[in-house]
């Protein structure tokens, strides 16, 4: 079974920084794409942003210029830098994997709060 494993969570000032980590248990070069998700309380999940196997980017237009999404294929990693954070950033973020055939990968989240 396909596991993604998300850490980097926690609590942050508004204006500071956190990196969140998804660990794949797969080779994620065999992956279409992957991505970070995000849930508020009370809202749907929304995407944040996408990495393709080519290393093509995508970002969700309230976090451009902010959130960096990179990948380590050596590691099967994918990273999540979030620069100069904002309350209404706080939200469960989750690790996303398209498989190439079969259903989609997700983790099991991981919790950012930005609050003073």
């Known amino acids: 079974q396909v596991q993604l494993v998300e850490s980097g969570g926690g609590l942050v000032q508004p204006g500071g920084s956190l990196r969140l980590s998804c660990v794949a248990s797969?080779?994620?070069?065999?992956?279409?794409?992957m991505g970070w998700y995000r849930q508020a309380p009370g809202k749907q999940r929304e995407l944040v942003a996408t990495?393709?196997?080519?290393?093509?980017?995508n970002y969700a237009d309230s976090v451009k210029g902010r959130f960096t999404i990179s990948r380590d294929n050596a590691k099967n990693t994918v990273y999540l830098q979030m620069n100069s954070l904002k309350p209404e950033d706080t939200a469960v973020y989750y690790c996303?994997?398209?498989?190439?055939?079969?259903?989609?990968?997700w983790g099991q989240g991981t919790q950012v709060t930005v609050s003073s």
């Open positions: 797969l080779r994620i070069g065999s992956l279409i794409v």
């Open positions: 996303h994997g398209t498989p190439y055939f079969g259903r989609d990968y």
């Open positions: 990495i393709t196997g080519g290393g093509s980017t």
